[in-house]
């Protein structure tokens, strides 16, 4: 989680979703098959902070699923800025369907945009 504490809550709030869908949430920094990044976009430094978390996870494990949460796919999709090597961009308003929109780029073996308006 990078960023305010609305983030901090935020986190918590999909790790319930995942785990009431039968998934393990594990520690950040031990490897696992989806890394979800909730990420900010207040700074220039608090975006590149949410590239190079992407990027480690990345890094952890190549065969991942990389789901980059918050404002900072908001913003990146508004300035046509995507991320290369990120999976799932899931904007602000759709965390609560974080678990489907995971299942459905699982299923579909390919990179997804879900980033609604404000």
């Not at 594990?26 to 608090?46: K, L, R």
């Not at 190549?62 to 796919?73: D, F, H």
Request: proline letters at 3%; charged letters at 25%; glycine letters at 6%.
């Amino acid at each position: 989680t990078l960023g305010c504490k609305v983030n901090q809550g935020e986190t918590a709030a999909m790790a319930h979703l995942f785990r009431e869908a039968g998934y393990e949430v594990v520690d950040f920094s031990a490897a696992a098959d989806v890394y979800v990044i909730n990420t900010c976009a207040v700074t220039v430094q608090a975006e590149q902070k949410s590239r190079q978390t992407a990027h480690r996870a990345r890094e952890q494990n190549e065969q991942a699923l990389i789901v980059m949460a918050g404002c900072y796919p908001q913003v990146a999709q508004d300035r046509g800025e995507l991320p290369d090597g990120i999976d799932l961009l899931v904007g602000s308003s759709d965390k609560p369907r974080i678990v489907e929109l995971v299942e459905r780029v699982r299923q579909a073996s390919s990179p997804m945009v879900a980033v609604s308006r404000w």
